[in-house]
């Protein structure tokens, strides 16, 4: 009897592939239209490698032959493999402080030849498979405090190497796994309290420090009068509201000064406080600059830069300027109009119809990810899924964010449109598996 041949295409979600297919469409037209010179053949140019478009093509093209190559791959290859390649990231990532070339303030990459490798974007493959396989394992009940710690280590140990190497953003980012924490488990009150002491930190910068002391007091002494009954009982109370009290104080006065002083550097901190209309207090004039040179070079920074944006998205309307005709984009005066400003390329050559459509097909790719997450019989499948939705969200929100002047420019690059050949990889590998993962959702993988 003829056996019959397995089938790679059964089960796939053709969706997803397609979405990415169209998302890589429109990054290679974006680039194409912040990059290209009148006068060159455009065949020739794209076949050439010598173009930032014909470059990011070719990244494309490898990255779906690594895609082809992972639906081939048997699924139970990921969960079984997960802690090697997190080591295998941990090592790359240390390999890095030798071996790295100084980017654009950046410290995270590692140059050979004519190509740039970063690690960081790499990495967070790893550590979505590492978590989910640690949040899949029999043993692991992550209604207890350790199984927390574990796995919030494992998600923030790469973000901890990669902020010493000066990518701040890209260390952010790894923060978007507390979603998958959450989906398995992770208390509300532990996101509550996260998002509260970002809300302090926000209030550091606003607010006068005197001024915010002085509120955090009124807050304490007004909750320990709303539980005066309760704390007369149970003295404990009393301990824990006073704990926070002296928290909040203790990182209003010296946790955020210390992160502005001695973890962000000067560009970063000016970003910060240019979202928030604020004048820089850490600024240092120690080259004896004067006035009008200061002033001058802090316009040509990130405020620079966000303004151009905002000019250029707004410039293009409703449909936009067209492909080869928008002006900001086309003569340089948005700096990195192809990578971490990509958004307002596609906001001048397209309008609002095509800034709409962008957004649409990532709210479409974000919630069919959820859709394949909840379908999965596989806890590995699931926690993975989620994460994939982490990563993407966070890139697509603080990205966007960034372009319109609503984030901190933190520079990380928008999933499929931005050029970079470690990004669209990256990106490519992270959705395929989570693909070939869903073709064998009937199996419960360990």
């Not at 469409?25 to 140019?45: C, K, M, N, P, R």
């Not at 070719?58 to 990255?63: A, D, K, N, T």
């Not at 140990?157 to 890209?170: D, H, M, R, V």
């Not at 905002?310 to 067209?322: C, E, L, T």
């Amino acid at each position: 009897m003829n056996q019959q041949k397995p089938n790679i295409l059964k089960g796939i979600d053709w969706s997803l592939i397609w979405i990415f297919l169209l998302l890589t469409g429109i990054g290679l037209t974006a680039i194409f239209a912040a990059t290209y010179h009148e006068g060159d053949a455009i065949v020739q140019s794209f076949i050439g490698f010598k173009t930032d478009y014909s470059k990011q093509f070719y990244f494309f093209i490898i990255g779906t032959v690594i895609g082809f190559f992972i639906l081939l791959t048997d699924s139970k290859f990921f969960p079984a493999t997960a802690n090697v390649w997190y080591v295998v990231g941990i090592l790359m990532l240390l390999l890095v402080f030798p071996l790295h070339s100084s980017v654009k303030g950046t410290e995270s990459i590692i140059r050979f030849g004519g190509f740039n490798f970063q690690p960081a974007e790499v990495c967070k493959i790893f550590v979505a498979l590492s978590l989910a396989k640690y949040l899949s394992l029999p043993e692991t009940d992550f209604t207890k405090l350790r199984s927390q710690f574990i796995a919030t280590g494992i998600a923030l140990f790469p973000a901890a190497i990669i902020i010493l190497q000066s990518e701040t953003g890209l260390a952010l980012v790894y923060f978007s796994f507390f979603i998958v924490m959450y989906r398995e488990g992770l208390p509300a009150v532990i996101l509550l309290i996260g998002l509260a002491f970002a809300a302090l930190f926000i209030a550091t910068i606003v607010v006068d420090p005197n001024t915010l002391a002085f509120v955090l007091t009124g807050i304490a002494l007004f909750v320990i009068y709303l539980y005066r009954r309760q704390i007369k009982k149970k003295k404990r109370i009393l301990v824990r509201i006073v704990f926070v009290w002296l928290l909040c104080v203790g990182i209003q006065r010296f946790a955020v000064p210390y992160t502005f002083e001695h973890v962000l550097q000067h560009h970063q901190i000016e970003r910060i406080y240019n979202l928030f209309g604020k004048n820089n207090p850490y600024d240092k004039n120690e080259d004896g600059l004067t006035k009008a040179e200061v002033k001058k070079q802090k316009e040509s920074g990130s405020s620079y830069n966000v303004r151009q944006s905002k000019i250029a998205i707004g410039s293009g309307r409703i449909f936009g300027k067209g492909i080869l005709k928008a002006t900001q984009t086309r003569y340089d005066f948005v700096p990195e109009q192809r990578t971490d400003f990509i958004f307002c390329t596609v906001g001048e050559g397209f309008g609002f119809v095509g800034s709409v459509v962008l957004l649409g097909l990532y709210l479409l790719l974000l919630f069919r990810i959820i859709t394949v997450a909840e379908r999965q019989r596989s806890t590995f499948s699931r926690c993975y899924a989620y994460g994939v939705a982490g990563v993407l969200f966070f890139h697509i929100v603080i990205n966007i964010g960034m372009a319109v002047g609503l984030a901190p420019v933190i520079g990380i690059p928008l999933p499929f449109i931005s050029y970079g050949g470690t990004s669209l990889i990256s990106f490519t590998i992270l959705l395929f598996i989570l693909v070939r993962l869903d073709a064998d959702r009937q199996m419960v993988l360990r």
